[in-house]
């Protein structure tokens, strides 16, 4: 058994532990290892070692969703809007509310836009239902999706990814278009 000793700097009021060396930094109870801060970032458990395996980010902020539509965007007015988001390694959780006091023009695909990272290129994900209300039509089993690439939540009708809701339904007026939800998503 070889002693290894490293070093427990203070600087001001931060205390650092490591090494200077380009080496990882284990920490192992009753002789396994339990945690590893890899010399290139990121942490790994239980002695797992590989790279793409490593917990490399966690972070939690807003974001600001805006209705939109896949061919054209349309005019809102919009009563209140608000967003947050938690980031674990590659996987966002993004919820949402949103509604409109005036809305006009738009076409294609209803879209909520403004995710805070893209998702994954090549991928399409179904992620939960929505709770809407105060549209022009009635809404039954919305669920939300991401498209490959974007910062866009599509919303789809019965959980069916083929149909897509319209701009069209967007409501006229004050107090409308009220919608709320979550989407887990995916990124590169």
Known sequence: TNNVKFDVLAQNSDVKMGNNSNHDLRIITNNSERLRVLAAGGLTFNGDTA????????????????????????????????????????????????????????SG????????FPSMSGRDFISGPALA????????DMAMGTSSNTTAIILYQNNNSASTYSTGMLATGANKNRLSGTVIYEVS
Do not use: H
């Not at 966690?58 to 061919?71: A, F, I, K, L």
């Not at 390694?89 to 005036?102: L, P, R």
């Not at 695909?109 to 805070?116: E, Q, T």
């Open 109 to 116: 695909s209803l879209l909520v836009n403004g995710l805070p």
């Open 51 to 106: 790279a793409q395996n490593a917990l490399n980010d966690y972070e939690e902020g807003s974001w600001t969703p805006t209705y939109g539509g896949s061919s054209s965007n349309p005019t809102v007015t919009l009563d209140f809007q608000t967003g947050s988001y938690v980031k674990i390694g590659k996987i966002v959780i993004a919820s949402f509310t949103i509604g409109t006091d005036a809305t006009s023009g738009g």
């Open 133 to 140: 209300f105060s549209f022009s039509s009635t809404i039954s």
